[in-house]
């Protein structure tokens, strides 16, 4: 069972609306990931994190997405205005190290962008 | 051009016999392979996950067999239940990343 805990598993917004979910890494995974997968199924890497610093991110969450993972509080992804294409499955995953090794995912947050 | 491919896109077998999902990667560069299962209205699950100086890792019913020079692996559930019935992610990532590039996903049904 996953360790990482997502909250909400559900949201919707209208257009334009500001958009925010959280995530709780598994206890001792310094690195968390954001992950957006669509209705077809298909996975989009938004960014990651070690602690509270960004490794990597893709252009998109520069511009609408805003993302943090401060000391001593859940990691959090941000959308500033939604758009009907925003809708999708909102996960996030955490590891214990960068790279080549387990990563494990949350439940997701079902965002409906109305 | 998609970097990690996976086929069928749907399976179905019966119960008790072995399902055979495929996937293929572009860039040589991927060393890590994790396969992860999904099923309706849950984030995926890590089922097992194989580095590329390995050509073949198991657990219990689940097998990936690894080919480096064809860019090929596959994952082997023998023994089918009706409850491995879900979708099933080839997964794959490179060295000092720990981004993953998943494929489309493999379908897979299993009718008892």
């Known amino acids: 069972n996953s360790k990482v805990i997502q909250t909400p598993r559900y949201l919707v917004k209208g257009q334009g609306q500001k958009a925010k979910m959280r995530c709780i890494p598994e206890?001792?995974?310094?690195?968390v990931f954001w992950y957006q997968q669509n209705k077809n199924n298909e996975f989009k890497f938004l960014i990651n994190f070690q602690n509270q610093e960004v490794l990597q991110q893709i252009d998109m969450t520069e511009k609408r997405f805003s993302a943090e993972c401060p000391s001593n509080s859940p990691c959090s992804l941000e959308i500033q205005s939604s758009e009907a294409g925003d809708s999708a499955l909102y996960l996030c995953?955490?590891?214990?190290?960068?790279?080549?090794?387990?990563?494990?995912f949350g439940k997701g947050t079902r965002l409906t962008v109305v | 051009q998609q970097q990690v491919r996976q086929s069928p896109q749907s399976l179905t077998v019966w119960e008790g016999e072995t399902a055979i999902l495929n996937c293929s990667y572009e860039?040589?560069?991927?060393?890590?392979f994790p396969w992860y299962q999904q099923f309706p209205g849950e984030g995926p699950a890590l089922l097992i996950s194989i580095r590329s100086v390995s050509d073949k890792k198991e657990d219990g019913r689940f097998t990936i067999f690894f080919n480096k020079r064809e860019k090929k692996l596959s994952l082997h559930i023998t023994d089918s239940q009706p409850g491995d019935s879900a979708t099933y992610f080839c997964?794959?990532?490179?060295?000092?990343?720990?981004?993953?590039?998943f494929g489309d996903g493999t379908v897979l049904t299993v009718k008892p």
């Open positions: 997964a794959a990532s490179a060295p000092n990343t720990g981004k993953l590039t």
């Open positions: 206890k001792g995974h310094p690195v």
């Open positions: 995953a955490s590891s214990l190290l960068q790279s080549n090794t387990e990563v494990f």
């Open positions: 860039d040589s560069t991927f060393n890590y």
